[in-house]
Nanobody, 121 residues
Framework: QVQLVESGGGLVQPGGTLRLSCAASGSAYDIPTMGWYRQTPGNERELVATATRGGSTRYADSVKDRVTLARDNAKNAVTLRMNALKPEDTAVYYC???????????????WGQGTQVTVSS
């Protein structure tokens, strides 16, 4: 089984910086993509940023000018850094990984438990 362990989040002041980290533990043949999504009450979970093992990244239009995602393949970990936080960035942030458990397996989506981020003064 693969588990995603998240750290970071909490209360951040408007204009501040957010740093979220996520590491995958357990056995996996490959983890093609890792990243972060977020969700607010009554809305669908939306992409924030994702990175492939090869280093390609994709960012949501709403945050692309304020966010960077770094992936450490050796540690199966990703770190999200978001600057100039706004109240509308308030959400539960979820780590995501697309995992191939064995050479014979299809890929499957794994999610962290989520971490609350609140942007408020």
């Amino acid at each position: 089984q693969v588990q995603l362990v998240e750290s970071g989040g909490g209360l951040v002041q408007p204009g501040g910086t957010l740093r979220l980290s996520c590491a995958a533990s357990g056995s996996a043949y490959d983890i093609p993509t890792m990243g972060w999504y977020r969700q607010t009450p009554g809305n669908e979970r939306e992409l924030v940023a994702t990175a492939t093992r090869g280093g390609s990244t994709r960012y949501a239009d709403s945050v692309k000018d304020r966010v960077t995602l770094a992936r450490d393949n050796a540690k199966n970990a990703v770190t999200l850094r978001m600057n100039a936080l706004k109240p509308e960035d308030t959400a539960v942030y979820y780590c995501h990984a697309r995992v191939i458990r064995t050479i014979f397996s299809q890929s499957a989506d794994y999610w962290g438990q989520g971490t609350q981020v609140t942007v408020s003064s």
